[in-house]
């Protein structure tokens, strides 16, 4: 395992106590930092002898290798994605798709590190609250750790196959009756009183794992750095696991340029778009986010100020996109690339062509969108947004006169 401890964010003092969410002496958001000594000594192909995933970049992470609980999980595709780069007018836009994850989302490349810590701290039950994908994919490591798994899921509110996986992989599925602010917070006091240990991403060791799809885009990218990578933001903890890897590179000098790290949020639930148009490091809360984009439909995002700072000392940006520009990104990418992707996932794209539209984006950059989920997890949006099928008798000419008119 590298050398690493946890400390406050905010007050920098060290945590010892491995159980608590949040600095004992201040409040503050907790984070990991890593020993990166012996990475100084090392180039990026000693990593290779481990196929692309999580588990090449273990000199990056705070858990034992050896001991990590897998289902080989990263390594997903990056598409370079022409048809929409010249409809957008960007000389180059690749997609990461981490719909091809193991449980269809980015969330495993947390889990595997976060459950892996669990175990090694003895954890018998672990819990989280979700839009979905965070307990989807919990669901599924709590089992191939042998763990129980409980999560906690605002009721009616969670896309159809997000909800499949959690009951299918056997956790006990609470459906609380409020949004994902609430249902985190419930998941949160019950951490604290020590009946779960919580796997939200306000747990340090999730973005941990979370850095990897950095690393792998780099590795994908032959450490040609990008001029840009945009994240979806709701909880707002990955575009930080993004900016933490960056950092972590640059400061072992395998780069020695930090792309723009741009933040979308939807329209109805943007209180980090918001805090960066005021240009103030902080966020307000919102009380009724609301979006087609369930995965990212968070009032209250818990790395909020940790996404701010990403994004003010990348130089990078953030906006918004409303739902039906989600909606005709995530079209787009199906009907011009062949890359299902779920709504959430849909608007860093939708925000690559507003941005573009805006000037924000120079026509020369090189964009990353970073494609957070599998548009399978929410299957009643395509169904609601696509045309009607064809009722067909059984018969060959009823089926002509469909098709040839
Ligand atoms: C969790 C999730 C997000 C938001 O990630 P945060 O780290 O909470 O900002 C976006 N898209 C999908 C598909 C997700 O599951």
Request: a neutral charge; charged letters at 25%; one cysteine or more.
């Amino acid at each position: 395992m590298a050398a690493h401890k946890v400390v406050c964010w905010d007050c920098g003092c060290d945590v010892e106590d491995p159980f608590v969410n949040t600095c004992p002496r201040c409040g503050g958001l907790l984070t990991v930092k890593m020993d990166l000594e012996p990475l100084k000594a090392m180039k990026p192909e000693d990593l290779h002898k481990e196929p692309i995933g999580v588990w090449r970049y273990a000199p990056f992470l705070p858990v034992d290798y050896d001991k990590r609980v897998s289902i080989k999980e990263g390594g997903t595709p990056l598409y370079e994605t022409k048809a929409l780069s010249k409809e957008f007018g960007i000389k180059e836009m690749h997609v990461k798709y981490e719909g091809a994850n193991p449980t269809g989302s980015f969330k495993d490349r947390g889990m595997t590190v976060g459950v892996s810590h669990a175990v090694e701290l003895g954890a018998k039950v672990v819990g989280c609250a979700s839009t979905g994908n965070t307990s989807a994919s919990l669901a599924a490591y709590a089992s191939k750790a042998g763990i129980s798994c409980a999560v906690f899921l605002p009721s009616g509110k969670v896309a159809a196959g997000k909800l499949a996986q959690a009951m299918f992989f056997g956790a006990k599925v609470i459906s609380i009756d409020g949004n994902f602010d609430d249902a985190l917070a419930i998941a949160r006091k019950m951490s604290e009183e020590k009946q779960l240990y919580l796997l939200n991403s306000i747990n340090p060791y999730r973005p941990e794992g979370q850095k990897s799809v950095l690393f792998e885009i780099m590795d994908q990218l032959k450490y040609d750095v990008p001029d840009r990578i945009i994240v979806p933001v709701g909880n707002a903890a990955n575009i930080w696991a993004v900016y933490k890897a960056v950092k972590e590179l640059e400061e072992i000098g395998w780069i020695d340029k930090v792309p723009m790290l741009t933040g979308i949020q939807a329209e109805g639930a943007s209180p980090v778009a918001k805090a960066f148009s005021n240009k103030t490091a902080d966020f307000e809360p919102e009380r009724n986010p609301e979006t087609v984009a369930t995965a990212i439909r968070i009032g209250n995002p818990v790395s909020g100020r940790k996404a701010l700072k990403a994004i003010y000392d990348t130089g990078g940006y953030s906006t918004t996109v409303n739902d039906d520009e989600i909606i005709s990104a995530q079209k787009m990418l199906g009907r011009r690339e062949g890359v299902g992707v779920e709504p959430a996932s849909a608007a860093s794209v939708a925000g690559a062509k507003k941005l573009r539209d805006m000037g924000i984006i120079d026509k020369d950059e090189r964009v990353v969108c970073i494609c957070t989920g599998n548009a399978l997890k929410d299957p009643d949006t395509i169904i609601a947004n696509s045309d009607p099928i064809f009722k067909c008798a059984n018969d060959i000419d009823a089926v002509k006169k469909i098709l040839l008119g």
